[in-house]
């Protein structure tokens, strides 16, 4: 049993994974695309989702690519006491980097369909842009202690009591349960406010609001992801911690093994992955949006080759002309001097 948990995480991590973080990876690049357009950059959500974006390419560029390359080369982590303490710092960083601008971007929307004006001030570009950079050097600052807490034992990278309890903790309380908790507590409330809003207003959706709306039922759409690919991995991590002192026997050793790998990195990276297709299927603006964009890079392309051949043909009649007033000079010039 305990070879087949190996031989099916094995091929779960070369396939699965190889092919979800790649489509991932093209995914996040065309979000990045997307709400770099003009009308984008001026919306304050679109911009966390741009800044999210970035940071999904960086958790599956330095979280997960190691994980495959380990499977066929040598893990550095097993023999790198600096890269074992560094890569759970950056990589942890990252991730709540992410779900910080999620919860955030919850409470934009909720902020933007308030009745209160103070309140509506902070779906801004301006404050968006200046929570974004606070909010990536909060999280480089409250984690400097990883690098001190991890450490290289033997070939095993990772940390020990009592410092695995409080990571425990610390694992189900700020990651596992204050982030879905935010983000569910202000995405209904946004909703709430939203549908308030309309009655009050008594208008039909404008252009704005409209999109507005698309960019609540996208963020809703990837918070419940969120949460259904994040919430085993506190658990497991609990369950370790407890644990860490008993005598397990090989078959259980290997089943836990089996289910810490599910709870991450398989499930875990799942949802950087998938933001790009949770958008396309929650949203049709966002298709048409997307779908708008290939269109106008593929004007692009071809007008710039319409344009190449027209210089071309213009360049070529210039050529012939000029040959032919050479040819009609020199002809000119003998009928001059012949005798």
Not at 231 to 236: M, T
Not at 302 to 324: D, H, K, L
Request: charged share 15%; glycine share 4%.
């Amino acid at each position: 049993m305990s070879s087949s948990l190996d031989n099916i995480r094995i091929w779960m991590t070369r396939y699965l994974m190889s092919g979800y973080v790649s489509i991932g990876l093209l995914g996040n690049i065309i979000n990045i695309c997307i709400f770099t357009r003009k009308n984008s950059l001026q919306n304050s959500c679109a911009l966390y989702l741009l800044a999210l974006s970035i940071a999904n390419i960086f958790n599956l560029s330095f979280a997960v690519i190691p994980t495959i390359y380990a499977l066929d080369h040598v893990d550095l982590s097993t023999y790198s006491s600096i890269y074992c303490r560094l890569r759970l710092y950056f990589v942890h960083v990252a991730i709540m980097v992410a779900r910080t601008l999620l919860v955030v971007a919850c409470i934009d929307r909720y902020a933007l369909c308030s009745n209160k004006l103070r309140l509506r001030s902070f779906s801004k570009a301006k404050v968006a842009i200046r929570v974004i950079f606070g909010t990536v050097l909060l999280w480089f600052c409250i984690n400097t202690y990883i690098p001190f807490f991890q450490s290289l034992r033997g070939n095993t990278c990772g940390m020990v009591a009592p410092y695995s309890l409080i990571w425990a903790i610390y694992t189900v309380i700020v990651p596992g349960i204050l982030p879905p908790t935010a983000m569910s507590i202000f995405g209904v409330l946004g909703i709430r406010n939203r549908r308030q809003l309309q009655i009050r207003l008594n208008t039909r959706r404008r252009a704005g609001s409209k999109r507005d709306y698309t960019l609540l039922m996208m963020l809703l759409s990837e918070v419940l992801i969120y949460v259904i690919t994040t919430i085993l991995f506190p658990i497991i991590t609990v369950y370790k911690a407890v644990t860490n002192g008993e005598i397990k026997s090989v078959e259980r050793q290997q089943i836990e093994s089996f289910i810490s790998f599910l709870a991450s990195p398989f499930l875990i990276y799942i949802n950087p992955s998938s933001t790009f297709y949770i958008y396309i299927l929650s949203s049709k603006n966002y298709r048409k949006e997307c779908k708008q964009m290939f269109i106008d890079w593929y004007m692009r392309i071809i007008g710039r080759r319409n344009q190449v051949g027209t210089m071309a043909t213009v360049n070529a009649q210039a050529n012939q002309i000029e040959t032919m007033e050479m040819v009609n000079a020199q002809a000119n010039q003998f009928t001059i001097t012949r005798p």
